[in-house]
Nanobody, 122 residues
Framework: QVQLVESGGGLVQAGGSLRLSCAASGRTFRSYVMGWFRQAPGKEREFVATINWTGSITSYADSVKGRFTISIDNAKNTVSLQMNSLKPEDTALYYC???????????????WGQGTQVTVSS
């Protein structure tokens, strides 16, 4: 079992920044790939970014590339998502997730956090 707890969401004006964190725990969580996903009301859950636990491999959705950065803090067992230049269309419930393979497909992810809300006002 892997437990994931997100934090750091909130309300921010367009152009602002937020940093999301995901605390991971469990016996084998370091064998998983970590990802961030988001889901806006009425829309499907979509891929945002993913990283392996060494931090050597990352990938991003085109919509966030150049604005968001995913990172790993191995000492704190935490995965973070730094979000800059936020836009109203970034408004969504953001989820942290863990998968055994390096993919962008949310159906491949085995464990999910409860989500943290990000709201960007125009």
């Amino acid at each position: 079992q892997v437990q994931l707890v997100e934090s750091g969401g909130g309300l921010v004006q367009a152009g602002g920044s937020l940093r999301l964190s995901c605390a991971a725990s469990g016996r084998t969580f370091r064998s998983y790939v970590m990802g961030w996903f988001r889901q806006a009301p009425g829309k499907e859950r979509e891929f945002v970014a993913t990283i392996n636990w060494t931090g050597s491999i990352t990938s991003y959705a085109d919509s966030v590339k150049g604005r968001f950065t995913i990172s790993i803090d191995n000492a704190k067992n935490t995965v973070s998502l730094q979000m800059n230049s936020l836009k109203p269309e970034d408004t969504a419930l953001y989820y942290c997730a863990a998968a055994r393979v390096y993919v962008e497909d949310p159906t491949a992810y085995d464990y999910w956090g409860q989500g943290t809300q990000v709201t960007v006002s125009s």
